[in-house]
């Protein structure tokens, strides 16, 4: 005699037989039945659920690319302030500075997940030249310490720009037609010190740069040593761009260079500082979702109409079945089975068309150039499993979903009738 059977391997198949597996055995037949109805049905999900995958991974390409280049061409991953500076940010207040000792430096990059740093000023100024005089914005950086926090940086100097002379200045495109100066002339940058006083500096036009974002303002670059000089703060800053070297654990960095720093200094991530991007994210998912919704509602209407269709020309086999005593809830159910195998089979081969796409395109990458923006974008398409599993049980739910009506109009039918063709 052989070993007793366990419990499970005794009752499983009794399970089966009671549960809802026999419809779906059914509803697979039934599927397959008709052929090129199901084929035209599975090929409109696959279409939809593809365009809907492709259309979030050029997304997600889209908004990776543009964070990247601001963040390794701009901000950097976080930012560090004294306390309150963000809150006054607008007035450039040059006494919210520290000291950047060698010390201080070290206990930033002593902190896990911090790639580089760079020290920085941002202040603000008045530029003279042929007799003519703007008022900008400017940023001044160590150029050494700034390529390795933002290695793109260089990509944001116009063709043929410099930025390695001690006196040099790099101006906005804009702000050198409206002066007229070209590369290797001369200008003075007139600001005030910490203390308010005003002070100069003769510095040389070495290039141009070019926008990140749309609808940058009057801007200059020049170097940290010089601004120290004109601003009267040697060995100070009123910034540090900070790099990681995974740009998805910014917020845990950002949380641990708060702890190391304590509650003198802030530590920002570059969406509390950019927060226009960050909103403009928001919208475009938003806007994602909603094509995506479209896209589902479209296909699952064509299900829809497939089952209906299936109700009118089955009227005499489901008389039949329930003339046996089929129960009006099993045929309901054995058409929501059949939605659910057109749903999620669908679905499934969409979304496997869509990843498979989108790896293609992320394996070769698009290069674009937005009209304002002259930094071009690498986008790489990607989509992440979540997603897909999300829009296939979503997109065989809504199968389900919609076909409560032709199930429902199936399980009212009257055995004689229908048996009559009725």
Same mark, same amino acid.
């Not at 950097?76 to 520290?98: C, E, I, K, W």
């Not at 199930?407 to 199936?410: I, L, V």
């Given at each position: 005699m052989g070993s007793p059977r366990s419990p499970a391997t005794v009752r499983w198949p009794a399970v089966l037989e009671h549960s809802m597996w026999p419809l779906f055995r059914i509803a697979l037949r039934n599927v397959a039945r008709n052929r090129r109805r199901t084929l035209i049905t599975l090929a409109a999900l696959m279409v939809g659920v593809g365009a809907a995958v492709l259309t979030r991974a050029m997304m997600n390409g889209l908004q990776r690319a543009m964070v990247t280049n601001i963040t390794?061409?701009?901000?950097?991953?976080?930012?560090?302030?004294?306390?309150?500076?963000?809150?006054?940010?607008?007035?450039?207040?040059?006494?919210?500075?520290?000291?950047?000792?060698?010390a201080f430096l070290a206990q930033v990059r002593a902190v896990e997940g911090v790639k580089a740093v760079s020290p920085r000023i941002q202040f603000a100024g008045s530029l003279g030249a042929n007799d003519e005089s703007l008022f900008l914005a400017a940023t001044a950086m160590d150029p050494t310490a700034e390529s390795a926090v933002c290695p793109n940086r260089a990509s944001t100097f116009a063709p043929g720009s410099r930025f390695d002379s001690p006196d040099g200045i790099l101006l906005a495109e804009t702000v050198a037609n409206a002066l007229g100066t070209q590369q290797g002339g001369e200008a003075v940058f007139l600001a005030p010190d910490r203390d308010g006083t005003l002070n100069g500096e003769l510095v040389h036009v070495t290039g141009a740069t070019r926008s990140v974002m749309p609808d940058e303002p009057k801007t200059a670059v020049v170097p940290l040593a010089l601004a120290q000089r004109l601003l009267r703060m040697e060995g100070r800053a009123t910034e540090l761009a900070v790099a990681v070297h995974r740009l998805e654990e910014a917020p845990q960095v950002a949380a641990r260079l708060r702890e190391a720093l304590g509650p003198d200094y802030e530590v920002h991530t570059?969406?509390?500082?950019?927060?226009?991007?960050?909103?403009?994210?928001?919208?475009?998912?938003?806007?994602?979702?909603l094509i995506a919704a479209v896209f589902l509602v479209l296909m699952l209407l064509g299900v829809a109409n497939t089952l209906l269709m299936s109700a009118i020309e089955r009227t005499r086999e489901i008389g039949t079945m329930m003339a046996v005593g089929l129960r009006r809830g099993k045929v309901m159910?054995?058409?929501?089975?059949? *939605?659910?195998?057109?749903?999620?089979?669908? +679905?499934? @081969?969409? *979304?496997?068309?869509?990843?498979?796409?989108? +790896?293609? @395109?992320n394996h070769r990458g698009i290069i674009f150039t937005a009209p304002t923006i002259s930094v071009p974008f690498d986008i790489r398409?990607?989509?992440?499993?979540?997603?897909l599993v999300r829009i296939v049980l979503l997109a065989t739910a809504g199968a389900a979903v919609f076909s409560l009506y032709p199930?429902?109009?199936?399980s009212r039918l009257r055995p004689v009738e229908a048996l009559a063709g009725r």
């Open positions: 390794s061409s701009a901000t950097g991953a976080l930012q560090v302030h004294r306390a309150g500076y963000l809150d006054n940010v607008l007035s450039t207040p040059l006494t919210m500075d520290f000291a950047i000792d060698e570059w969406d509390d500082i950019l927060v226009q991007v960050k909103e403009g994210k928001a919208r475009d998912d938003a806007s994602m979702g159910g054995l058409f929501l089975a059949e *939605a659910v195998v057109l749903g999620a089979t669908g +679905a499934t @081969l969409g *979304a496997l068309l869509g990843a498979g796409l989108s +790896a293609w @395109l398409p990607y989509v992440d499993v979540g997603y199930a429902w109009r199936a």
